[in-house]
């Protein structure tokens, strides 16, 4: 028999562990492991079965390339047009204490003071360095796609998160990537045509570092279902 009551135990434990993962231990993840991640990742839903988005993992002499510009850019505060809006503008009241929340979240775990501009502008440096995670992955989409690729890809984001906390990994998605697309494009060598979605770092989690011990709280299922007669 497929399914049954041991599969969604297993599914609701495997969600339940997942959590963003901000420092990792130097081990390397091996190339088939990473390949292996990927393909089930791929298995996601996606209308017509158009499969977009694409995975480009960033190493060596080109992910201090990277890494160097991008820092540079947000260390000199050069502002650069998005390739889409990640945020809601202006962001309304209820989503803003949202994301006060999740920042004093991290920024506690961290032992960073709420004044302290220095101390949470260095820890969000940290987004364009892939946290020092042994994979860094960049997420890009084709530029000509419709909105419904963004959900299509985001599923199948969630599945690779999914699939490396299955095998004793851990990840944290970049949004802050998508500050800059035309750095990232230009120090990679992608083309126009590829919108940059996200960053991704993975890796083994560091369990003896503090700002793993972030944890955000999600919405009680009121807030977000209805049941409409």
């Not at 993840?29 to 089930?40: A, G, I, N």
């Not at 990277?66 to 809006?85: G, H, M, N, S, T």
């Not at 035309?182 to 940059?196: K, N």
Request: proline letters at 6%.
């Amino acid at each position: 028999m497929e399914g049954g009551p041991e599969w969604g135990d297993a599914y609701e434990a495997l969600a339940g562990a997942r959590h963003s993962v901000r420092a990792f231990t130097k081990q390397p993840v091996p190339q088939d492991l990473l390949e292996r991640l990927l393909r089930q990742a791929r298995l996601a839903p996606s209308g017509a079965n158009l499969q977009p988005g694409r995975f480009w993992a960033v190493e060596g002499a080109a992910r201090e390339r990277l890494v160097a510009a991008l820092c540079q850019a947000w260390q000199q505060q050069i502002p650069e047009a998005e390739d889409y809006d990640y945020f809601p503008r202006p962001m309304p009241l209820a989503l803003r204490k949202r994301q006060v929340a999740a920042a004093q979240a991290l920024y506690e775990a961290l032992g960073v003071a709420r004044g302290d501009a220095q101390g949470r502008a260095l820890q969000f440096e940290r987004n364009f360095r892939f946290f020092d995670a042994p994979v860094a992955l960049v997420v890009t989409i084709e530029r000509d796609f419709g909105a419904g690729g963004f959900m299509d890809l985001g599923m199948c984001l969630h599945g690779l998160m999914l699939a490396a906390q299955a095998q004793g990994l851990a990840s944290c998605a970049i949004g802050a990537l998508a500050s800059y697309p035309h750095i990232v494009r230009a120090a990679l060598g992608l083309p126009e045509t590829e919108q940059v979605v996200c960053g991704m770092a993975l890796g083994w989690e560091d369990r003896e570092a503090p700002v793993n011990r972030t944890r955000t709280v999600r919405e009680p299922l009121e807030r977000y279902f209805s049941v409409l007669r």
